[in-house]
């Protein structure tokens, strides 16, 4: 897992609106590992859960009342990031799935999820 111990740090002060979440091994893994250092400037943090890591050793209390969009390749597993999410009192998730001509999307609270072609 890469930015998740910084953006617990940065919550000490404030609270991002958003967080993004990368599962998978595929994504830029420089912006979660730098987001800290300009946390002033930048728009919100982004974390990268990789393939290798266990869910149950992630320390989910970053998704705390922060909006939190996650994407990847793997729907399984963002399902499951999605359900272990959802116990510690995020405002909202949303899952953003990606399949050749549309995109499938579910909100935690029902009103954006479904399918766009």
Known sequence: MIGVKELI???K????EIVEIYV???SDQHYPKEWHKYSDTMEY???VIEDKDNLHNVDWRFAF???????????DRMLKVYEFINKY????????HNEKNHTEIL?????LSGIIE
């Open 65 to 75: 009342k922060s909006t939190i969009f996650i994407r990847g390749d793997d729907t």
């Open 13 to 16: 002060d404030f609270i991002p």
């Open 107 to 111: 909100d935690s609270k029902g009103l």
């Open 45 to 47: 943090p982004s974390i």
């Open 9 to 11: 740090e940065v919550k």
């Open 89 to 96: 009192n995020p405002e909202r998730v949303f899952i953003f």
């Open 24 to 26: 998978g091994s595929d």
